[in-house]
C-alpha cells in the first residue's frame, strides 16, 4: 500500500470514527431510555464498538434492562460461603491495577470489588463463586461503578454466566467440550491433533469463565471484547475460544505446532 492509500485509509477510519462517536453521544444524552436491543447490539458488534467507558456506562445496563437506579440487596458479605476465597483472589488481583496507586486508594478499590462480588451472589440461593469471576466483577466495577457493577453481576448470573456459577463446573466444562467440535469445521488436522495430544481443552477454561480478562493486559481490548460478548450469545466465548486456535496455529500440526506457546498467549489488539 502506497504511503497516500495507507494516509487516506486512516483518515477514513477516524472518519467513520468520529461520526459515530458524535452518533453515541446523541444516543445516551437524547434517546438513551427509548434506544432498541437491536440498536445497542449493533453498535456493540460493529468497528470500534461502543468505542469508550462513557458509552458502556449507559448502554451496558441499558442493554441488560438495568435502570440506571437500580442495585442489589445489602448484606453482610463476611457471612458469605465463599468469602475467604474471594478475599484472596480480590487480594491478586493487581496486575489490572494501575501501578503507582496509591496503597488506600487500592484497598478501597478492593473493598468495592468484594462488594460487588458477593452482593451479586447472594441475590439468589444456588449461586456460587468460582475463581474467575472475581475478574469479570473488576471489569463492571471499572466501567459502571460499584452499584450499578453488582446488579449488572447479578443479571449475568441469570444469563451469560448462568452456566458458570453452579455448584461445580460440569456445565461449563460441557461448554469447552464444544471447541474442538468447532474446531474441525475449518481446520480438522488441528482438531485431531488437540485429541491426539491429550490436552483437551482445559487450557480454554480461563478464557470462557473470565470472558478473556485473565489473559488480555489490555484493559481497552477487554472492555472492547465486553461490548460484543454483552450483547451475544452465551456462547460467544466458545467460539472465540475456537477462533483463536485456529488463528494462531503454527502453519500446521505436529513439531511445527506450538501448542504450549498457543494455550499461554496473550490476546493483544
Given amino acids: ?49 461502543l468505542l469508550s467507558n462513557e458509552y458502556r456506562r449507559i448502554l451496558w445496563p441499558l442493554f441488560l434492562g438495568i435502570a440506571p437506579s437500580e442495585s442489589v440487596t445489602e448484606c453482610d458479605i463476611t457471612s458469605f460461603r465463599d468469602f475467604t ?37 447472594a441475590e439468589k440461593p444456588g449461586r456460587h463463586y468460582y475463581q474467575g469471576y472475581h475478574d469479570v466483577s473488576l471489569t463492571m466495577l471499572y466501567v459502571v461503578g460499584e452499584r450499578l457493577g453488582g446488579a449488572v453481576m447479578a443479571q449475568l448470573c441469570d444469563t451469560h454466566l448462568s452456566s458458570h456459577i453452579k455448584e461445580n463446573l460440569e456445565e461449563t466444562s460441557k461448554l469447552m467440550g464444544y471447541i474442538i467440535p468447532l474446531v474441525s469445521q475449518k481446520c480438522p488436522e488441528l482438531a485431531d491433533f488437540i485429541v491426539n495430544s491429550d ?71
Fill in 1 to 49: 500500500m502506497s504511503e497516500r492509500k495507507r494516509r487516506r485509509s486512516e483518515n477514513d477510519w477516524w472518519e467513520v470514527r468520529r461520526r459515530k462517536e458524535n452518533y453515541l453521544a446523541h444516543v445516551v444524552t437524547a434517546k438513551s431510555g427509548c434506544i432498541s436491543h437491536d440498536e445497542i447490539r449493533s453498535l456493540a458488534l460493529s468497528e470500534g464498538g
Fill in 85 to 121: 476465597q474471594v478475599c484472596l483472589d480480590v487480594h491478586r488481583c493487581n496486575s489490572r491495577i494501575q501501578p503507582g496507586t496509591p496503597s488506600h486508594k487500592v484497598l478501597a478499590l478492593k473493598n468495592r470489588l468484594k462488594n460487588v462480588i458477593i452482593k451479586s451472589l
Fill in 199 to 269: 490436552a483437551g481443552t482445559m487450557f480454554s477454561l480461563s478464557w470462557i469463565i473470565t470472558w478473556f480478562a485473565y489473559v488480555i493486559t489490555d484493559e481497552a481490548l477487554i472492555y472492547r471484547l465486553y461490548d460484543a460478548f454483552i450483547v451475544s450469545d452465551s456462547l460467544l466465548p466458545v467460539y472465540l475460544s475456537a477462533a483463536i486456535l485456529i488463528f494462531f496455529r503454527r502453519g500446521g500440526t505436529g513439531d511445527d505446532f506450538d501448542f504450549y506457546s498457543l494455550t499461554h498467549i496473550t490476546v493483544y489488539s
